[in-house]
């Protein structure tokens, strides 16, 4: 497995602003993943970071609204920008470890005002 | 287009009892299927998976078991307890290393 942490942990912001999210696992991994997770639902894959190469979004997201960078193999962040209600949610970053296994760091839960 | 779909929604079971949580996925190139475990305001816990050259895998009290040619597989708890309360997620894996996930299901255990 991986020990993987997120900051901030949760956040309440205003509508329009925007809020970074941290990923940090200790050790070095290939592929991290960015989900959304809305209260009672399943994952939401948003975009795949792969160290060295542009992050690869799925339908519905784009990187004006999600920017992502992954500067190293151990790191990542994932900016929602210009906030609105909607985008209330709990964002959770994952590391695959071995062959599509992935592992999840403890989300950050944002709302948005 | 890919899809996997997870069956019950709700499933209560009285505690000792067993638990049997049923997925299906669409892509036949699939080839690796985890189950997670989240409890309430935690993160999704890999707790047994199953690649496509085995049919049966099996840890302590949990199982999963994989049909390949129906392209279906199963999540099985024996002698349920209290802390296995939680929601359960089944995946199927895609291209780019990514994952398929099911809407989940909701194990009431009671006691």
């Known amino acids: 497995s991986a020990v993987i942490s997120q900051k901030p942990s949760r956040d309440i912001c205003q509508r329009g602003t925007s809020l970074t999210i941290q990923c940090q696992v200790d050790?070095?991994?290939?592929?991290m993943f960015w989900y959304r997770q809305q209260p009672g639902q399943s994952l939401t894959l948003i975009a795949t970071a792969n160290q060295g190469s542009e992050a690869t979004y799925e339908s519905g997201f784009v990187i004006d609204k999600f920017p992502i960078s992954r500067p190293n193999l151990t790191f990542s962040t994932l900016t929602v920008s210009n906030m609105s209600p909607e985008d209330s949610s709990i964002y959770l970053c994952?590391?695959?470890?071995?062959?599509?296994?992935?592992?999840f760091g403890p989300g950050t839960r944002l709302t948005v005002t | 287009g890919e899809n996997v779909e997870q069956h019950p929604s709700t499933l209560s079971v009285q505690e000792g009892d067993s638990a049997v949580i049923k997925c299906t996925y669409s892509?036949?190139?699939?080839?690796?299927f985890p189950w997670y475990k989240q409890e309430l305001g935690k993160r999704p816990q890999l707790i047994i998976d199953?690649?496509?050259n085995v049919g049966e895998k099996k840890d302590q009290r949990i199982a999963v078991t994989l049909n390949k040619t129906a392209k279906h597989f199963s999540l099985h708890i024996t002698e349920t307890q209290p802390e296995d309360s939680a929601v359960y997620f089944c995946a199927a894996s895609r291209s780019n290393y990514q994952l398929i996930w099911g809407a989940g299901t909701k194990l009431i255990i009671k006691p």
């Open positions: 199953i690649r496509s």
């Open positions: 050790s070095q991994v290939t592929m």
């Open positions: 994952s590391v695959e470890v071995a062959s599509y296994e992935q592992y």
């Open positions: 892509d036949s190139a699939s080839n690796y």
